[in-house]
């Protein structure tokens, strides 16, 4: 039996959920067993995601030297052999046309919306790219329009109007620079 339709697409209700390998609180939070990878959570991150998948991970931070003029955000990770990653990256040069699902994670931190259903349409973007590396580019905007022609047809106008504001937001933050 499926929740919401998540059977329906594939996944058992309980495809995400792992058992903590460590449950005490350390420098990097606790570790989670996944696809094969040790998972870190990492607590104090600005937007979080992993794909259990690939077990791949990835934690967007604000850089040390972070400004208005210098959005500069630390996305730090795990690929999808086990081996932790990090990548700065600078949002005021990610083209959403043309971007690794990293540099779009930070610029979605950047945008500022932390919502669960703002958490749902960087997944949703993610399955869309199939087995797709995080550090592989896409049209993530092409994605992202498809998701709300579905919710349109669907008859999904919430869903609709959330990644109508989505794109919105991430466009708006694009053609101001």
Known sequence: MGINGIEAAGYPAWYGARKAENSEK???????KSAGNVVHIEPDALFAIHDVKTGESA????????SKDNPIYLVKGTDRNGNAYEQAV????VNPNS??????????????????????????LKDKTDSASYHEKADYMAMAHELMNDMKRLGNWGGYLRYGKWIQDILTFCKAR
């Open 26 to 32: 350390s420098d990097f939070g606790a570790n989670v």
């Open 59 to 66: 934690y967007v931070f604000r850089a040390d030297d972070y």
């Open 90 to 93: 600078d949002v005021s040069k």
């Open 99 to 124: 971007c690794s699902y990293t540099e779009l994670l930070a610029l979605n931190a950047h945008t500022g919306d932390k919502s669960a259903s703002n958490f749902m349409t960087m997944a949703l």
